[in-house]
Structures are given as C-alpha cells and as structure tokens.
C-alpha cells in the first residue's frame, strides 16, 4: 500500500510531463474550452484525467505514488499561477489575452471564429447585460476564463436607434 512501485522522482517527471502537456493542450483548444463548460467538454475533461491516469503513474497504485503525483500536480499549479503573477509574458502566453469581440456597436468576426464563440453564445451574453443586438454594445469582451463581458452603451449612444430625434437614421426598435 505505502511502497512506491517506481521511483518517486519518476512519478514527479511523470506528473509534470502530463500537467505540460495538457495545460499546451488546452490552452491551444481557445478560451471557450475553459470557461463555458458544456455537457461534452465536461465528459472530455472526465475522459482526458482518467486516460493520462496511468502515463502519470505508470505501474504503481500505491498511496505513497498517488501522493508524490498529487503533491507534484499542486505544486505545479501554484509555480505556474506565482510565475504568472510575476511575468506579464509568461501570463500571455499561458492564460492568453482579452479579446474584444465587439467596440462600439461593431462585432468584430475574426476574433469569434478564433476563439470558437457562436452567435447564439455572443447573443445570450448580450442579453444578460440587457443588450438586444451589438450596435447597443460600447464594447464586448471575451475574458482569460471564457466569460464575456458587455459594457451597453449609455443611452443616447445608439447611433441607429430612433430615440425620436434622430432625424435621417434609420430606425431601429427594441
């Protein structure tokens, strides 16, 4: 049960490889992966802990290996989020940079189709900020951890919406 079946500096490089490779893995799969859990991406996170499993810890189940990896795993966790903390770049490069998706009523396409965000996933953002369509939006911004975040415009601001005084705008009612 204690005896470890491999070396524990082995089950350390094994842990550590893993943890590399997935948190790559990951964030190469974009932002929504991370921050918008649907029922498939839940299963796929099941299914990728249970397959790197055994890469972590090879031959050994004992309580003493399953330790040493979950002690390798959290201390890995805590230098990437102290080296993150420290270094604007590294943090870039790991956890990625905001996106706006929308700046001033202009819905920026590129920025959705890289990042995977559908319409239907923009629109109920938007409706939650109490927005109906993005020329309502000052600016939309798809966040390190998957969420959007919808500044409206103040009223007054909606170019092409007729507020009754706008003469020569198309209207546009809500």
């Known amino acids: 049960m204690w005896n470890l079946a491999l070396p524990w500096w082995e089950l350390v490089a094994r ?8 948190l790559v893995i990951l964030r190469l799969t974009g932002k929504r992966q991370v921050g918008q859990l649907a029922p498939f991406d839940l299963v796929l996170l099941l299914v990728l802990s249970n397959a790197v499993q055994n890469a ?5 189940s004992s309580v003493g290996g399953g330790m040493v990896v979950c002690t390798t795993l959290v201390a890995l966790n ?10 604007k770049t590294l943090e870039a490069l790991i956890e990625g940079r905001p996106q706006i998706i929308i ?12 990042e995977k965000i559908t319409h239907h996933e923009l629109m109920s953002s938007l409706r939650a900020a109490g927005c109906s369509t993005p020329v309502e939006v000052h ?9 959007i975040t919808v500044q409206p415009k ?3 601001d909606h170019p092409h ?3 009754g005084g706008n003469p020569g705008l198309p209207p546009y009612h809500v």
């Open 154 to 156: 103040k009223n007054g």
């Open 78 to 87: 805590s230098l990437i989020g102290y080296l993150t903390y420290r270094s």
């Open 56 to 60: 972590m810890v090879g031959t050994d």
């Open 161 to 163: 919406i007729d507020h």
């Open 15 to 22: 842990a550590a490889v893993i943890y590399s490779f997935l």
């Open 103 to 114: 700046h001033n009523g202009v819905l920026n396409e590129s920025i959705m189709k890289k």
């Open 139 to 147: 600016f939309a911004i798809l966040e390190n951890n998957g969420s």
